[in-house]
């Protein structure tokens, strides 16, 4: 095992007083770029990107360029020694000795955590899976607190695939810190929010609702957070073709929203936001893109200047118990140490935070 890091895999590991002082200084990133020109010059990022990314990936590589750092990387595992069956623990080993912070995608949940067991520099997590997204709920963040002025009492609307959506039980984790916000969960019942992201919103006494009607939701909205029915998460095609086209946001529908909420998503977009909403002046799924890059530079220059170090593994084994999420690393990479937070006969993962039964 590496030695610490200040590694990000879950934003929930760092205060409140950490993310916004992100966010305060993405503004001052966005308000005076000649500022931050040359503050990374002679680091490498690498991003390692195992699974397809238009936004995460090119908005960390010009986040490092525009502070005159240098990336390497690969953005498809088939051209890089992946292919031949090299493990995660062995390309995190070596390609986190050619670089100052390294950057992952990756399709298995506690991906990230894994890498950050044998990394030698920060690990950054860029979404494991269905499991989180750390720098897209930075980036959500930022666009709240830039076109709303507030990260508080605000009604949010999460609307689609919040069963899959990592930006999803990120955002709602996150946003479940700051006061007296409601969450309006627009879901079919077979997509409805884990229960462990639930856990958390009602642990931080936050209201909730699941519901089912989009159109019933929008008059009560400040956003409306509309997300992606993640195809490729589905166990087969009939399931996914089932959900597919549950939610369609037009411009009917807006006339039922109030004049000042605002449409956000992380992309890509499918079918589940008509095109005719582009032009409406509420629809800010763009600009949240651009907010992306800012906030990756703030985060770069913050991870790259931090002498925080989180201990590898908090958590212990249990004899003969493996994580019951089929879609964990630890079912994948045999030879990640197992590793279950908590007490009594339901524990969680530490690696992808499934419950975990253990009689
Ligand atoms: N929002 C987001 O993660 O987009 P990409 O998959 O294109 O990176």
Redesign the pocket.
């Known amino acids: 095992m590496s030695k610490g890091f200040p590694h990000l895999i879950d934003l929930n590991d760092y205060p409140i007083s950490w993310w916004n002082k992100i966010i305060k200084l993405g503004h001052d990133i966005k308000n005076n770029p000649q500022d931050y020109l040359d503050v990374c010059k002679g680091k490498i990022m690498a991003t390692l990107f195992y699974e397809?990314?238009?936004?995460?990936?090119m908005s960390f590589q010009t986040a490092m360029i525009r502070l005159g750092g240098s990336i390497i990387g690969f953005d498809n595992p088939s051209t890089s020694s992946v292919f031949k069956g090299e493990n995660l623990k062995d390309t995190t080993k070596v390609i986190s000795s050619y670089s100052d912070i390294l950057i992952i995608?990756h399709p298995n949940e506690g991906a990230a955590k894994a890498a950050s067991l044998t990394s030698d520099c920060p690990v950054i997590n860029a979404?494991d899976g269905g499991h989180l997204?750390p720098t897209?709920t930075l980036t959500d963040l930022l666009t709240l607190k830039e076109e709303k002025c507030r990260l508080d009492n605000l009604v949010i609307g999460l609307c689609g695939d919040l069963k899959n959506g990592r930006?999803v039980h990120s955002l709602c984790k996150a946003l479940s810190c700051y006061p007296n916000n409601h969450f309006v969960l627009i879901s079919t019942e077979d997509l409805k929010l884990p229960a462990y992201v639930k856990d958390v919103l009602t642990v931080n006494n936050c209201k909730f609702t699941e519901v089912s009607s989009l159109e019933e939701s929008l008059p009560s909205l400040d956003v409306l957070y509309m997300t992606r029915i993640q195809k490729e998460r589905f166990a087969s095609e009939e399931e996914y073709l089932a959900e597919k086209d549950t939610y369609i946001l037009d411009r009917k529908k807006m006339l039922r929203a109030p004049k000042d909420m605002i449409i956000l998503h992380?992309?890509?977009r499918v079918e589940e936001i008509a095109i005719e909403v582009d032009d409406d002046k509420r629809a800010l799924y763009f600009k949240q893109?651009e907010y992306g890059v800012y906030i990756r530079m703030a985060l770069i220059l913050t991870i790259l200047n931090s002498k925080t170090i989180f201990p590898n593994l908090v958590g212990q084994p249990y004899l003969g118990v493996a994580c019951s999420n089929p879609k964990c690393i630890t079912n994948y990479e045999h030879y990640l140490p197992k590793s279950f937070r908590g007490i009594g006969d339901i524990v969680e993962c530490e690696y992808c935070d499934e419950r975990v039964l253990l009689k």
Do not use: E
Not at 52 to 57: E, I, L, V
């Open positions: 397809p990314s238009t936004r995460t990936q995608r979404g997204h897209q930006t992380p992309l890509p893109a």
